[in-house]
């Protein structure tokens, strides 16, 4: 079956880096979409990755290893409006979006 | 950029109404939308697929009869939630991709989302 595998809540300090990881198993890919979604609204588009290593836009980084599966997304200088949920999602052979349950991110003073 | 307008964002309604959601493409045509659920602390979950002019094309474990969507332009498709029962009760959320039907890097822009609540 298809699995996107993200951790479920993540906790980390304004200013600070933190790193939050996807592991999938898709039939077949498409390339690998990160966004952010916060309480009660809709996701919105942070990034988007088709071939192996990291795309760099501000803050934010993704990274990608096709052969391992992997992904993560790294933000720097933390900012308590980044608090979200962060969902990773693998667009499979189909061009079907397969979602992960997403990663909580709280954001401490 | 890209922007969905969905409507309403909120409705509350008593068990056994209709409930019709609206989607919106603002500033692009869409030949293709799609419908997601999402209940708390969970992941987004695709219930359909929208076409313009033709049927809708519904995930395994969706009920079509219940879950009625119509696409009869490029820039407007409704979901409308028929009979509605408290278990129906969630936050549904439309997207659409500016490139057609969604694939490779055609990055899905989503509505705000309604939120409903049956009683």
């Known amino acids: 079956g298809q699995n996107i595998d993200q951790p479920t809540e993540m906790t980390a300090t304004e200013g600070a880096i933190v790193q939050i990881n996807c592991t999938y198993q898709?039939?077949?890919?498409?390339?690998l979409f990160w966004y952010q979604q916060h309480a009660g609204e809709a996701p919105t588009f942070l990034s988007y990755n088709v071939l192996d290593g990291l795309e760099e836009k501000g803050r934010f980084s993704s990274f990608l290893s096709r052969s391992k599966g992997y992904s993560y997304l790294l933000l720097k200088e933390l900012q308590m409006k980044d608090s979200a949920s962060y969902l990773c999602?693998?667009?499979?052979?189909?061009?079907?979006?397969?979602w992960g349950a997403g990663t909580k991110l709280i954001i401490k003073p | 950029g890209a922007v969905v307008s969905q409507h309403p964002s909120w409705v509350i309604c008593k068990s056994g109404t209709s409930v019709k959601i609206e989607c919106r493409s603002l500033d692009f045509q869409a030949t293709t939308m799609f419908w997601y659920r999402q209940f708390p602390k969970q992941s987004l979950m695709l219930m359909a697929t929208s076409n313009e002019g033709s049927k809708a094309t519904y995930e395994q474990g969706v009920e079509k009869d219940k879950f009625l969507i119509n696409h009869a332009s490029l820039t407007l498709s409704t979901l409308t939630v028929t009979s509605a029962h408290p278990e129906d009760s969630s936050f549904y959320i439309c997207?659409?991709?500016?490139?057609?039907?969604?694939?490779?890097?055609?990055?899905?822009?989503f509505g705000a989302g309604s939120r409903l609540t049956v009683l």
């Open positions: 999602a693998v667009s499979d052979s189909n061009y079907q979006l397969i």
């Open positions: 898709t039939s077949g890919f498409n390339g």
């Open positions: 997207s659409a991709s500016p490139g057609g039907s969604y694939s490779g890097a055609n990055v899905l822009t």
